[in-house]
């Protein structure tokens, strides 16, 4: 089916049930389409893609906001009270 065919399909699929679904357009290249083609439809790899990019971008900003957080209250254990907190734990 042409992308032209589709997305006018889609467009009356959305208008008769009244539920409409955001579209993105991403541009990519033959080769690009072809290697995410061999993991499936290439809307359920471009969909994936998003959803890990979303999952980092978000780590990246937890990340960022500990790392000042420890910056503030640097800790104030030397190696070895780590070790013996470590032991401590793994005996219990």
């Known amino acids: ?3 032209a065919r589709f997305s006018k399909a889609l467009y009356h699929a959305t208008c008769n049930t009244g539920f409409t679904v955001p579209t993105i357009s991403v ?3 033959n080769e690009e389409k072809k290697a995410l083609g061999e993991y499936g439809p290439l ?3 471009v969909r994936e893609e ?3 990019y979303l999952q980092a ?3 990246g900003t937890a990340l960022a906001k ?3 957080l420890q ?3 640097r800790a104030k ?3 070895l009270e780590e070790s013996k907190l470590i032991k401590k734990d793994r005996n219990r």
């Open 57 to 59: 971008k978000k780590a």
């Open 66 to 68: 500990l790392r000042a």
């Open 77 to 79: 254990t030397t190696t």
């Open 43 to 45: 809307s359920e790899a």
């Open 27 to 29: 541009r990519i290249s």
């Open 50 to 52: 998003v959803r890990l």
């Open 1 to 3: 089916m042409s992308s």
């Open 71 to 73: 910056a503030k209250d």
